[in-house]
């Protein structure tokens, strides 16, 4: 069997998760039993919510356990296979971790073809990243044609999906991102209506000047500040979709409450939580739509993919420095 | 004209608005121009709402100004009418004023019927409290049958009728409240499944005895530390109906968003807040409900009646420490 490098969780992190709190391990790669696949891991999907997998305490999933190898999406190829629907040689995604190869049941596998888009976009608008800003964009906000749409962390993985969606929709699309190199790529390449960049601008105010009539629709990716000043500025009967809230998730105090929390009443408005999980029996529809967007090129996947497995506790870091650009994956092979 | 007393907002509250901010003024009462009604006010509806009311700034209607009437509904006979639909010796409700004598538009006002339900049922169950209690739980929530609903406020004008209206409905009816009276009462007199009296009571514990399941509906009159005892108990695709915050009314603070907001997204769960006055072309249809559940006796209006135009600021406050038992009402003649 074949050496498996894995990152582990060492310890539980507090505040900014730095490389004391992961353990490098060498080991064999394990074989598969009857009704598992074995994978080899190609590309590591990098994701906010990675975060809070690894806080103690329940959440929507378990936490990753001291020890354990770190739980990452990922997309790689079948070298074994013990299980009749998966032969060596086909491309899967699934929850992989951080590792060279996976040994996994067949049933959380899900076979990709590459013929139809490239690996990188497996793993961000055909994948989770995509389902996410889908569903929780569509069906948690429910947008109409003509409405405005502020999106945070816009030029991030799910927010750039979900910008473009809304213009596909006939919304307008008000992007909230940090630096004026992404604000301008959301204007001048994803077609959003207008970018502000909360390191330099008055989020607050700029939302005013963008959004006259108010803000219909907010994917909220971020929380915190940016939360409050979108809170600010809602249209009457305005939908929030809580999907993240990244700004906050290394803050000792936890991902608190908008201050300005009675907005929600003045303005007749609802903040809805999802997990993407939920819509699995929804993917394939997601999927198809998706894929036609990808092809007409009314939706682009912006990756930024990353070298070397030993790299990850670095490359993770860019997440919450904000230095990724579209969605963070990390190459291995 | 017949002299008219009135209480007049003389200066902004800061914390619990003692009697300097009010000021008592006598006057002339007005004769109505064509098109308007007198109204000889009988009694004023004392709500949490007025304290919102009387805080500089945008809200979901203006602020009363300083050196005006302060608003308050009513209900009252007509005195002078100057509008064919409306006769000296109707019944009708409004937004009054805490006076005397309110001269207004025909439009603003309601007929009612005092041979089908009495003078403070009109005021609760059939007026804007009931309203409240309609909407914001059955709209807003969406209850369904077997589900787990949890009131705040659960002794007070709106609690009192969510949680009748969940029982009516099929739902468990977990109601939390100041005092063992108001528990006992609850459970005795209402129907309600269990009461938490949030004074003695550690909330969040009890809500986790009495809610296994979880909490699925949440009426929240309340905010503050118990909204988050809710939040921390919520049942998966919980739904909050976010009508009031009375514990950080008087807050120099003001109303803030729960610290464990993240809840929201672990449980996918949405919180809505939502104002009485969008319903008002559906009122008929639940003054029609209630009615019917009143006759039957499945309904209970709850009425507490204090007396005297003069002793409005201190009567007022009992909003605020929870001395009232039901719907506070001030007969003023």
Redesign the interface.
Known sequence: MPTNRQWRLAARPVGLPDKSIWQWTETAAIDPKEGEVQVRIHELSLDPAMRGWINEG???VPPVGIGEVMRALGLGEVAVSRHPNFAPGDWVTGIFGLQDYATAPAAGLNKIDLRVQPLEVWLHALGMTGMTAYFGFLDVCDPKPGETVVVSGAAGAVGSLVGQIAKIKGCRAIGIAGGKDKCSYLVSKLGFDAAIDYKTEDVRAALETHCPKGVDCYFDNV?GAILEAVMANLALHARIS????ISQYNDP???????????????????????VF?YAARYGEAVREMMGWLKSGQLKSRVDVRQGLENFPDVFLKLFSGENNGKLILKII
């Open positions: 329940k959440s929507y929380g809580f999907c993240g809230a105090d936890g991902v608190t409450g908008p201050r300005n929390y009675r907005q929600l009443l003045v303005r007749r408005s609802r903040v809805q939580g999802f997990i939920d």
